[in-house]
């Protein structure tokens, strides 16, 4: 029987980097080590990875899904009813969520994955987007503002298809982004990952490590890009690490692409840790 004190140090890693735009969250990618296969939903993630070695599939809405509508937003004060009147008389179906789980599941079950390090979604926010504009398509409400039920049944999805894919013996990057706003009964400032209902406190914890990422002034010029690895009191509170011996803020600024695995968080992982090593055995994806 296996005893945990014999254990080693695990080569899967299970990263979340959750930060504003532009604070460097996708530019990590580039030094991450081994093999890595990413799936993008942001569609300002290539002009960031262009030239990186990671093989990828796209997955955006189509142009014609986009919704015009102005006054199906507004009710009639009259009714209470929200205008028609500007409408378009036909959509298309949103697809990109379904198509994604076809394809993950499709992978999965042909070991696609077997031969890479790493899995890659960037971002979740997009994804998130993705299942909110399918939840509302089969409740007759495309276009429409979302309500309190919506949230609750996209991040219950959200988590049970995370439930599957953090089973997977691969190590998963994930970035997402983060919103602040003022309780209006407590008056409090909060910070709360950019993820709908049951997600938001369930998908951090399916990670090793909730890192924020943030930019400051580099006393030599130019920006320096950080991660923060423990929370702020007056932050992100799902920050966490389970790498030993990191600073409370560490400089993962990539000053070259010569070998960038050297560098940002693939040169923590190097430091702390044993390289990740390549996996050879896939679990099967619950649809």
């Known amino acids: 029987m296996p005893n945990a004190k014999d254990a080693g140090l695990s080569t899967v890693e299970r990263i979340l980097l959750a930060g504003k735009t532009g604070t460097g969250k996708t530019k990590q990618v580039w030094t991450l080590p081994g093999r890595k296969f990413a799936y993008i939903f942001d569609p300002n993630s290539m002009s960031t990875l262009r030239g990186c070695d990671v093989d990828y599939q796209e997955f955006y809405p189509d142009f014609l899904e986009m919704d015009a509508t102005l006054k199906g937003f507004n009710k009639d004060p009259k009714t209470n009813k929200q205008f028609l009147g500007d409408r378009p008389k036909k959509k298309l179906e949103p697809h990109v969520y379904m198509k994604w789980v076809d394809d993950i599941n499709e992978k999965v079950e042909k070991g696609f994955f077997k031969d890479y390090n790493w899995l890659i979604l960037d971002s979740l926010t997009f994804l998130s987007k993705s299942v909110m504009d399918r ?3 089969i409740n007759n409400r495309y276009g429409d503002i979302e309500e309190l039920g919506d949230y609750r049944v996209v991040g219950s999805k959200m988590a049970d298809v995370f439930g599957s894919i953090s089973a997977l013996p691969i190590s998963l990057y994930c970035t ?3 919103t602040t706003f ?3 009964k407590t008056k409090k400032i909060e910070t709360q990952l950019m993820l709908p209902g049951k997600a938001r406190n369930i998908l951090p914890l399916m990670f090793t490590n909730v890192w924020l990422a943030q930019t400051s002034e580099d006393p030599k010029g130019g920006v320096r890009y950080e991660i923060r690895t423990r929370p702020d009191p007056r932050g992100l509170q799902d920050v966490r690490s389970s790498i030993p011996n990191l600073a409370t803020v560490e400089d993962v600024t990539i000053k070259g692409l010569g070998d960038p695995t050297s ?5 923590l992982l190097r430091r702390a840790r044993t390289p990740v090593q390549p ?3 896939v ?4 649809s």
């Open 182 to 184: 003022q309780d209006e």
């Open 135 to 137: 939840q509302l398509f």
């Open 283 to 286: 679990a099967q994806l619950r």
């Open 263 to 267: 560098e940002g968080i693939g040169g």
């Open 176 to 178: 997402s982004h983060f």
């Open 279 to 281: 996996v050879s055995k």
